[in-house]
């Protein structure tokens, strides 16, 4: 079980808006500190999508916004696109465990 | 900025492997940097951290006592020493530059990952 909650699945028509929530908790999200979501593709290492809470890497499309409220983040993908096919996992840092960094479980996006 | 594993195989139960990461692009000694793996088919999962000196280090408690993290900055490279290996350790194994994180006397203050290699697969299995 991942600190941070994430759906398991999202689908949503090319075109749709999807949204992938994360749940956390006060020794984490809800603590302050900031969320980062990566992208990864099939067969391919997790990519950095999202940092800190809202912020996009150069070259990372508009389409992908990202915001955080309390304990809870969300990742949006609106106007989706076959190429958007991907798992998506959350990240951010808990001060209570041994080691700092937690990641949510994942959310396959599937452009149906 | 570039980030190579290598070390990667199969090994039996209880037997040790060092994986090695290769960087390249940046200023190697100016960062955190962390080892990430994700079992077959699932998530992804934090292993250790060290820090810009390699004098301070960090586990996830699946990896306490069995896995040690080190880094040669003057070869810009990475090393994760795992002993004591388990079936559940099998995973791709991921090194990842970490942007802003820092070590102060409240101990890691991990951030984001910007930059991730391509990955090493681990297989333990008699």
């Known amino acids: 079980q991942s600190v941070l909650t994430q759906p398991p699945s999202v689908s949503g028509a090319p075109g749709q808006r999807v949204t992938i929530s994360c749940t956390g908790s006060?020794?984490?999200?809800?603590?302050?500190?900031?969320v980062h979501w990566y992208q990864q593709l099939p067969g391919t290492a997790p990519k950095l999508l999202i940092y800190?809470?809202?912020n996009r890497p150069s070259g990372v499309p508009d389409r992908f916004s990202a915001s955080k409220s309390g304990t809870s983040a969300s990742l949006a993908i609106t106007g989706l696109q076959a190429e958007d096919e991907a798992d998506y996992y959350c990240?951010?840092?808990?001060?209570?465990?041994?080691?700092?960094?937690?990641f949510g479980g994942g959310t396959k996006v599937t452009v149906l | 900025v570039q980030l190579v594993e290598s070390g990667g195989g199969v090994v039996q139960p209880g037997r040790s492997l060092r994986l090695s990461c290769a960087a390249s692009?940046?200023?190697?000694?100016?960062?955190?940097v962390h080892w990430v793996r994700q079992t077959p088919g699932k998530g992804l999962e934090w292993v250790a951290v060290?820090?810009?000196?390699?004098?301070?280090?960090s586990y996830a408690d699946s990896a306490k006592g069995r896995f040690t993290i080190s880094r040669d900055n003057s070869k810009n490279t990475l090393y994760l020493q795992m002993n004591y290996l388990r079936p559940e350790d099998t995973a791709v194994y991921y090194c990842?530059?970490?942007?802003?994180?820092?070590?102060?006397?409240?101990?890691?203050?991990?951030?984001?990952?910007?930059?991730w290699g391509q990955g090493t697969l681990v297989t333990v299995s008699s």
């Open positions: 060290i820090s810009v000196d390699g004098t301070k280090t």
């Open positions: 800190a809470n809202t």
């Open positions: 990240q951010s840092y808990d001060n209570t465990l041994s080691g700092d960094v937690v």
């Open positions: 990842a530059r970490d942007n802003g994180g820092y070590y102060d006397d409240s101990g890691f203050q991990s951030y984001y990952f910007d930059s």
């Open positions: 692009g940046f200023t190697f000694s100016h960062y955190l």
């Open positions: 006060s020794s984490n999200i809800g603590a302050g500190y900031d």
